[in-house]
């Protein structure tokens, strides 16, 4: 099994540069993914989502779209996230909060299941359930329709984010760290079996401060006054990883870092 995990998608940049990179590999590529994941929390204008932008990214081939602290940055979600089964949000806000922490989806043939976890970290972020606890939970459900498993931990801390891969060793297909919007180049298989990178990176303009114009963040350094930041335009690049599953036993035998300009 053949998964691809797309990084964070800041603003129209990004998904412009997702749009085209599925559409080049549906035309040149002879072995396709069996899944396609993606980091939407800051896909509208830097912060958020609506309808016609997740409609978007599904109709262009991503069958997962996860997010994290962002998630409610668009208000028109909660008219759709309830009734949207493909997008889901950490697991690990509290139990009344619209949305789904995890999804089952089927490949194209309906041959294969994968499940997709997403949980958010809780140093220098909100205050969050345990998200290692609540791993534990939501395993015992997934665990029950198919072994194949990612997991998408949206965290802060590089600390965190290693310590949940150990955690995770051997549970979980693979642990994919988003939200810093910077790739790291750690990535491996752990001892276990499960594939593992701190941070899969940004997808979006990448001549910008993670994202946003590099001079509006500067001055806001500068003089310590609040600003709201815009999306920038140059340098657009998908960051993603590629991870293949070994079809008995659902944990990883490679991951790959992979880097796409226009």
Same mark, same amino acid.
């Given at each position: 099994?053949?998964?691809?995990?797309?990084?964070?998608?800041?603003?129209?940049?990004?998904?412009?540069?997702?749009?085209?990179?599925?559409?080049?590999?549906?035309?040149?590529?002879?072995?396709?993914?069996?899944?396609?994941?993606?980091?939407?929390?800051?896909?509208?204008?830097?912060?958020?989502?609506?309808?016609?932008?997740?409609?978007?990214?599904?109709?262009?081939?991503?069958?997962?779209?996860?997010?994290?602290?962002?998630?409610?940055?668009?208000?028109?979600?909660?008219?759709?996230?309830?009734?949207?089964?493909?997008?889901?949000?950490? *697991?690990?806000?509290? $139990?009344?909060?619209?949305?789904?922490?995890? @999804?089952? &989806?089927?490949? !194209? =043939?309906?041959?294969?299941?994968?499940?997709?976890?997403?949980?958010?970290?809780?140093?220098?972020?909100?205050?969050?359930?345990?998200?290692?606890?609540?791993?534990?939970?939501?395993?015992?459900?997934?665990?029950?329709?198919?072994?194949?498993?990612?997991?998408?931990?949206?965290?802060?801390?590089?600390?965190?984010?290693?310590?949940?891969?150990?955690? *995770?060793?051997?549970? $979980?297909?693979?642990?994919?760290?988003?939200? @810093?919007? &910077?790739?790291? !180049? =750690?990535?491996?298989?752990?001892?276990?079996?499960?594939?593992?990178?701190?941070?899969?990176?940004?997808?979006?303009?990448?001549?910008?401060?993670?994202?946003?114009?590099?001079?509006?963040?500067?001055?806001?350094?500068?003089?310590?006054?609040?600003?709201?930041?815009?999306?920038?335009?140059?340098?657009?690049?998908?960051?993603?990883?590629?991870?293949?599953?070994?079809?008995?036993?659902?944990?990883?035998?490679?991951?790959?870092?992979?880097?796409?300009?226009?």
């Amino acid at each position: 099994m053949k998964i691809l995990f797309i990084g964070d998608i800041v603003g129209n940049p990004g998904r412009r540069v997702v749009v085209e990179y599925l559409k080049e590999i549906n035309k040149h590529s002879t072995d396709q993914y069996d899944f396609i994941i993606a980091n939407g929390e800051n896909a509208a204008g830097g912060k958020g989502l609506t309808f016609d932008i997740v409609d978007q990214l599904l109709a262009s081939g991503v069958s997962v779209i996860t997010s994290g602290n962002h998630v409610w940055a668009q208000k028109e979600i909660l008219d759709f996230i309830d009734t949207t089964p493909q997008l889901i949000r950490p *697991a690990n806000y509290p $139990v009344n909060v619209p949305g789904r922490g995890f @999804t089952i &989806v089927s490949s !194209a =043939d309906d041959t294969k299941k994968l499940g997709v976890i997403n949980l958010a970290g809780q140093i220098f972020m909100n205050r969050y359930t345990n998200p290692f606890h609540v791993l534990d939970s939501t395993l015992t459900t997934v665990k029950e329709v198919t072994p194949y498993i990612i997991l998408d931990f949206h965290a802060e801390a590089t600390s965190e984010k290693i310590a949940m891969g150990w955690y *995770a060793d051997g549970q $979980v297909s693979g642990v994919v760290g988003t939200h @810093t919007h &910077v790739q790291t !180049a =750690d990535e491996r298989i752990l001892p276990k079996g499960t594939a593992y990178i701190t941070d899969v990176g940004m997808t979006g303009p990448h001549d910008s401060v993670i994202g946003s114009k590099t001079e509006q963040v500067i001055e806001s350094f500068l003089t310590l006054m609040p600003s709201r930041f815009g999306v920038a335009k140059d340098n657009i690049r998908l960051n993603a990883v590629q991870i293949e599953l070994n079809e008995q036993t659902g944990l990883a035998e490679n991951i790959e870092r992979i880097q796409y300009q226009i």
